[in-house]
């Protein structure tokens, strides 16, 4: 029976990979400050250099999402550098993110936003992110949007709903035909009064405006507490526009916190409600699994192996449900078993079989333990240290 199990979750883990972000490895704070690490990537080169030793150490993490306004300080013409760094480091360009909030411009929202001139250089923006992606054999730009309102009565939500189709369907058509479109949505931060894409219904909706080759993204964190995220991602399985993940923990809201460091059975019910959808269907879906997520108090590698490591083991618990007699005791409305199948696979222990999987591919079976042995950190601190705690500011 234990030697069944070992063959599921390596077969679960052969499949499984997950994108890690840029931003991850960089000195990022929140609304109040920056608490910097010595060892933090100040450079694209450096951000590479970080997941390489990651995806180096886990296996799993062939691919990095990038920045479009942190990462490519000349826009297209950066393309050729991140090309060459990505192949000095051993991983490859994952999705495209644009930035539609940063700029003094956006101030008042980005495809949302009441003055044309700034929804053009908005629109401007991503087509040049699509250009991005398409140099560098990206398939996926994963759009964000910061717009909203603060006060009752200062954004007319319908116009801005119309303005946002107008954008995306643009956008869509600037797609190549392999690329696809990932719309994610937020309920509130920072606009606090209304969002323009604030669940994922309004995200289905769009995307489905935008065009075919649009889907959804959810991210973890962006949900109110006790939002049931798996029924979500139910839905949009059954209606074929569930794109991706960003995969991060939170115990308020959007806490960017390391995957199940909070709640690991919500990310195990999720890794399950996909599993079972293969299952049923006998199909793989076509989902990306990314990590966004940046830490001002763990360090930067470390958290990075550490959600990936703990992303392994609910998936290969997810694995291990046991799908015909799940199936059958949910047919039949029994409760107490069909609740068991996924108690039982939860409670199992995976770190036995992920190590010996490990083994099998000559890495390291303890990922943590080996970045910690390799001198990687010492090295990068003393090269790094200086220029980085000298780099302090203040919130205001």
Not at 66 to 75: K, Q, Y
Not at 292 to 319: R, Y
Not at 346 to 374: C, M, T
């Amino acid at each position: 029976m234990e030697s069944q199990l070992t063959e599921k979750v390596f077969k679960a883990l052969e499949s499984f990979r997950i994108e890690i972000p840029s931003w991850g490895f960089a000195n990022t704070g929140t609304r109040f400050g920056k608490f910097l690490q010595a060892a933090a990537a100040g450079t694209i080169e450096e951000k590479f250099s970080d997941a390489g030793q990651v995806h180096s150490l886990t296996g799993v993490c062939p691919t990095v999402a990038l920045h479009v306004l942190w990462d490519f300080p000349r826009g297209l013409d950066s393309v050729h550098e991140v090309a060459a760094l990505a192949n000095k480091y051993g991983v490859r360009p994952g999705s495209i993110n644009p930035n539609l909030f940063q700029d003094q411009i956006y101030k008042h929202g980005s495809f949302g936003n009441p003055d044309a001139k700034a929804r053009s250089e908005a629109l401007e923006h991503s087509k040049d992110s699509v250009a991005i992606a398409h140099g560098l054999k990206s398939r996926d730009i994963s759009f964000w949007f910061a717009d909203g309102s603060n006060y009752p009565g200062s954004a007319n939500i319908r116009q801005r709903k119309k303005w946002f189709e107008e954008c995306l369907q643009e956008s869509h058509d600037s797609l190549s035909p392999e690329q696809r479109m990932l719309v994610e949505y937020k309920p509130f931060e920072p606009a606090f009064y209304h969002t323009d894409i604030a669940d994922w219904g309004m995200a289905l909706l769009l995307a489905r405006k935008a065009g075919p080759q649009a889907k959804v993204l959810v991210d973890t964190g962006h949900h109110y507490l006790a939002q049931n995220i798996e029924q979500i991602v139910a839905w949009l399985l059954a209606e074929d526009m569930l794109g991706g993940f960003h995969f991060n923990d939170r115990r308020y809201a959007d806490d960017d916190l390391t995957l199940g460091s909070i709640d690991p059975y919500q990310v195990f019910r999720i890794f399950h409600e996909i599993l079972f959808f293969e299952w049923e269907a006998g199909q793989r879906a076509d989902i990306a699994y990314m990590i966004d997520q940046s830490h001002n108090l763990k360090g930067k590698i470390e958290a990075m192996i550490q959600t990936v490591t703990m992303a392994q083991e609910l998936f290969a618990k997810a694995a291990l449900v046991d799908y015909e007699k799940l199936a059958a005791a949910q047919q039949t409305s029994d409760i107490v078993s069909a609740e068991g199948c996924l108690q039982d696979a939860f409670a199992h222990d995976v770190r036995p079989a992920i190590r010996a999987w490990r083994a099998s591919k000559g890495l390291p079976e303890n990922p943590q333990e080996a970045f910690r042995q390799s001198g990687y950190l010492e090295r990068v601190t003393q090269e790094r240290g200086a220029r980085n705690m000298s780099n302090a500011g203040s919130y205001a």
